[in-house]
């Protein structure tokens, strides 16, 4: 049986905790299936400065996917960024280019699968009818979803446990904000698995047939904010697919040549 340091190119998840992560599931199928003599791991790290010693480690790690905690700690370690990681200041693909002859690390580039990924999700929306919306978190995820509605013209208002600026807390959403935002994205970790009875401090009495709720999460498929939206009668939409266009954009990223590269 393959060790990692088998394959001629290995791709990885870096993130604190990765229990809930359909990615690697997904790309080893894909490798399979294609014949492409590549693997793709799991790295639970528990710091962002883990992440050189395990670049070094692995000599023929071409990639990684970042999630959270670390999408905007990388940053720091990184030799450039694309156009959309800069504008949301957050990481969640990188490339690692090698010298051909020596292996050695020549840079690393940081990149922004999430935005184009959720982006693609919403573009069957009824940008007139769902002109307004509530992005629940204020994290890296936050900022790709919020660049992607604001790229469609939707006015986005920013919510989370602490106030700061333009962004909202919970406790001060009343029911008229809701009805004027008639989607809702929570972009928070919370109700991911293992944690599937969390959800975020929404007045979900609030929701109407008339919204449409969508979870970034994916596993569970259901989850429980996406349950408390659906007794209320909302539209309501998971992660998945998200997942499956930001990790296509995440290969494509990986395998570019390196001229065509920024």
Excluded at 79 to 108: E, K, P
Excluded at 215 to 239: C, K, M, S
């Amino acid at each position: 049986m393959k060790s990692l340091l088998d394959y001629r190119c290995l791709y990885g998840l870096i993130g604190y905790p990765l229990d809930h992560s359909l990615s690697r599931e997904f790309f080893n199928s894909k490798f399979l299936a294609e014949g492409i003599d590549a693997r793709y791991a799991n790295f639970e790290i528990e710091s962002v400065s883990q992440i050189m010693d395990l670049i070094a480690s692995y000599p023929n790690l071409c990639g990684l996917n970042v999630t959270s905690p670390f999408k905007q700690q990388v940053i720091p370690l990184l030799d450039s960024l694309d156009s959309l990681a800069q504008a949301v200041d957050a990481v969640n693909v990188i490339r690692i280019i090698r010298d051909t002859a020596t292996g050695q690390v020549v840079r690393l580039e940081g990149y922004n699968s999430d935005v184009t990924g959720f982006d693609g999700t919403i573009a069957d929306i009824d940008t007139t009818r769902y002109s307004q919306a509530m992005v629940l978190g204020t994290g890296g995820a936050a900022r790709a979803v919020k660049a992607a509605l604001e790229g469609r013209g939707i006015v986005v208002q920013l919510v989370s446990r602490h106030k700061t600026g333009q962004v909202l807390v919970y406790d001060e959403i009343t029911r008229a904000m809701v009805a004027s935002h008639p989607l809702v994205v929570n972009a928070t970790p919370l109700g991911k698995y293992p944690d599937v009875d969390s959800c975020p401090e929404f007045p979900y009495r609030f929701l109407t047939p008339h919204h449409m709720c969508y979870d970034l999460v994916y596993n569970p498929e259901q989850t429980l904010f996406l349950r408390n939206a659906a007794r209320q009668g909302a539209l309501t939409r998971n992660g998945l697919e998200m997942l499956l266009l930001q990790a296509f954009h995440s290969f494509d990223i990986w395998t570019r040549s390196t001229a065509s590269s920024r």
